[in-house]
């Protein structure tokens, strides 16, 4: 049974793809977006459609989040599909890409199947896998990329780790790119980095942290440019986070080379003074950097050699945290905090607010090739709308995800979903 049409009035719509940021109404119907105007309201319409005045509310295409971790299959209590999803929703999350890295790791066609089958069974976001580059994520055999592909994996990783043979990346790269799929790859040198929990400085060195370079990223960021431009395939520059790899970067967008570039939220947000007296919500992976290179990741995300922000959502339970700094887990989950934390940076004159919302809809729809991201008649019917301006203080205790462990508990915040739609579907109505 298909959902009932709705017609969104008094909306200011906000569309990525023709770049409009105005008043505006739309109707979603069997799925897709049938109607979008530019006026306030439409005229005629049935009685059968369900009317939302939106009140000046943003209504713009539901979120697409690259980098979703959850613990299934192999450590569910962290976080299941189903709590992930439920999370997405109400963060206005409408489809996510879910890492390799669980146990068994996503690199045989069968666990690729398994997730999507969980994933319709769940009926709530999207739901992509991504499958793992290599076997087990060992970084030494080429995992069944052609068989994942024709399962429904929309990239390949190694999620956390990077592929340090560089003749196993060029096989990687050269077979995907044959296929016509990206290679996502988190750059940084394993020598450097090997044992570091913060970036090097006069922060780590005081308080006792074993530390790595920021150059680590940009030294393999430097291999990876070098390995695409031999083998023309596409990549991901998965979590940039230096401003000394954004210079990287630039060179290899000026000579054409086919490389998009994501950045977290965190490292938008946060810097390395954020982990304090060794707070280790704060502890991620790459670690936060210096207030510099959160200023040029920004300015770069502005300009566009950035071009997605992700989440990076990372559950881990707390005995997995509280412990001390070196010892704990990575990450911090961020699904239901990517908009409102997003929307930081519009609410602080640093970026148009049209900018920002490409870069979590319509630039990580197209780099995985989805036709979601855009308001057009035609389109799906995957949509958020949020108010611009509620004030928010995080509690991490009333989060959807499973694992309570957010970068952003306390932290003042303004925006608030109060509805998102999944193919013309209400998966998530605030009170």
């Known amino acids: 049974m298909s959902a009932r049409p709705i017609a969104f009035i008094n909306a200011r719509l906000v569309d990525p793809e023709s770049g409009y940021d105005g008043p505006g109404a739309l109707i979603a119907e069997n799925g897709r977006i049938a109607g979008v105007?530019?006026?306030?309201?439409?005229?005629?319409?049935?009685?059968?459609?369900r009317v939302i005045d939106c009140n000046g509310d943003m209504l713009a295409p539901g979120l697409v989040d690259l980098r979703v971790k959850t613990g299934e299959p192999g450590a569910e209590p962290k976080e299941t599909l189903k709590s992930a999803a439920r999370a997405a929703a109400k963060g206005g999350v409408t489809s996510i890409v879910v890492q390799p890295d669980t146990?068994?790791?996503?690199?045989?066609?069968?666990?690729?199947?398994?997730?999507?089958?969980?994933?319709?069974?769940?009926e709530l976001v999207h739901v992509y896998p991504a499958g793992a580059a290599t076997k087990g994520l060992a970084g030494q055999a080429m995992a069944e990329i052609g068989l994942m592909h024709d399962a429904g994996c929309v990239y390949v990783t190694d999620a956390d780790r990077p592929i340090v043979d560089s003749k196993v990346m060029?096989?990687?790269?050269?077979?995907?790119g044959a296929l016509g799929l990206p290679v996502a790859h988190r750059p940084a040198d394993p020598w450097l980095s090997a044992g570091a929990a913060a970036t090097e400085g006069e922060l780590a060195g005081r308080m006792g942290l074993p530390a790595a370079p920021a150059a680590a990223e940009k030294i393999m960021l430097e291999r990876d440019a070098a390995l695409v431009e031999l083998t023309g395939a596409r990549m991901i520059v998965d979590q940039i986070s230096a401003a000394c790899s954004l210079e990287t970067l630039a060179r290899a967008k000026g000579r054409g080379l086919?490389?998009?570039?994501t950045a977290s939220i965190n490292h938008l947000t946060f810097n390395e003074l954020d982990i304090g007296d060794y707070r280790t919500f704060w502890k991620l992976e790459p670690p936060l950097r210096a207030e510099e290179d959160r200023q040029a990741l920004i300015d770069a995300l502005v300009e566009g050699l950035v071009d997605i922000v992700v989440s990076a959502h990372a559950p881990a339970p707390a005995e997995d945290k509280r412990l001390p700094f070196e010892e704990a887990a990575t990450g911090s989950v961020g699904l239901e905090t990517l908009l409102p934390a997003l929307l930081g940076l519009w609410h602080e004159g640093r970026a148009p607010l049209v900018r920002l919302i490409r870069a979590v809809?319509?630039?990580?729809?197209?780099?995985?090739?989805?036709?979601?991201?855009?308001?057009?008649?035609?389109?799906p019917a995957d949509l958020v709308l949020c108010d611009l301006g509620a004030p928010r203080v995080i509690d991490a205790a009333q989060l959807t995800s499973k694992s309570k462990n957010s970068a952003f508990d306390g932290r003042r915040l303004q925006g608030e979903v109060r509805m998102t739609l999944v193919d013309g579907r209400v998966v998530h109505e605030a009170d």
């Open 258 to 261: 086919p490389m998009l570039a």
């Open 37 to 49: 105007s530019r006026e306030v309201g439409f005229a005629g319409l049935s009685p059968d459609i």
């Open 103 to 122: 146990e068994p790791a996503v690199d045989d066609p069968s666990v690729v199947d398994f997730i999507l089958r969980r994933a319709r069974d769940i």
């Open 361 to 379: 809809t319509l630039a990580p729809a197209e780099a995985i090739g989805l036709a979601a991201g855009r308001l057009t008649v035609g389109a």
């Open 170 to 176: 060029r096989r990687v790269l050269a077979y995907a």
